[in-house]
Structures are given as structure tokens and as C-alpha cells.
Nanobody, 128 residues
Framework: QVQLKESGGDSVQGGGSLTLSCTPS????????MGWFRQAPGKEREGVAR???????QYADSVKGRFTISRDNANNTLILQMNQLQPEDTGIYYC??????????????????????WGQGTQVTVSS
């Protein structure tokens, strides 16, 4: 069992930036297949970004060029750097991890069924 704790959610104006963090309860899980998802009010949860155990990343088309997923191995933390935020980025952001290390092709999509453990979420609100 891996517990995930997200932080960094806040309210910002459009065009602003936020950095989300996710810390797994099991330190070695930082090397597992991990990702970020979000759910806007009244909408289904969608994949935002993922990073496999070799460091390959993939993003939803809506965030490409604006968001960056990375690992801070020294601090055992998964990071989502979000720039040029838009009102449509508003939602609850969830960190997720698979049960172990995984490596996928570069264009493998961000799919919820590839993940086993989920955090409680952190709220991001972007105003226009």
C-alpha cells in the first residue's frame, strides 16, 4: 500500500504559475510509474501528465508546452510545474502511482487504469 500526499494547490489569476508536489509514503515508490490527473466540476477525471520509471513523459494535449512533470529524487517528491494557467485548468489535481516500476513507449497516454494508488487531491482554481 502506498499513500500519496499532494500539496501546492491554490487560487491564481490566469497566466500565473503553480507548482504541485506529491510525496509517496514509501520512498522507493518515487521511482514507480507516476502521474497527475485532474477533475473539473461536473466533468470526468482526465489524465494530465505521466512519467515512467525511465523518465519518459507524456502530456495531455491541453497542457503540452505549459506543464512539466518531473521527479525530485533527493526529496522523494513528484512535481507538476504549471505555467500559463488558464481558467479551464481549474479542478482538483490528483497524484497517482502504479504498483511498481513501469516503462512505456513515448506516446503512451495518461490512463487511469494504469495506476493503483491515488492521493486525496489538491484544489487549483484559476480566475480570468
Amino acid at each position: 500500500q502506498v499513500q500519496l500526499k499532494e500539496s501546492g494547490g491554490d487560487s491564481v489569476q490566469g497566466g500565473g504559475s503553480l507548482t504541485l508536489s506529491c510525496t509517496p509514503s514509501v520512498p522507493t515508490a518515487i521511482h514507480y510509474y507516476m502521474g497527475w490527473f485532474r477533475q473539473a466540476p461536473g466533468k470526468e477525471r482526465e489524465g494530465v501528465a505521466r512519467i515512467d520509471s525511465d523518465g519518459r513523459t507524456q502530456y495531455a494535449d491541453s497542457v503540452k508546452g505549459r506543464f512539466t512533470i518531473s521527479r525530485d529524487n533527493a526529496n522523494n517528491t513528484l512535481i507538476l510545474q504549471m505555467n500559463q494557467l488558464q481558467p479551464e485548468d481549474t479542478g482538483i489535481y490528483y497524484c497517482a502511482t502504479a504498483r511498481g516500476r513501469r516503462v512505456y513507449p513515448e506516446n503512451w497516454p495518461v490512463r487511469s487504469q494504469d495506476f493503483a494508488y491515488w492521493g486525496q487531491g489538491t484544489q487549483v482554481t484559476v480566475s480570468s
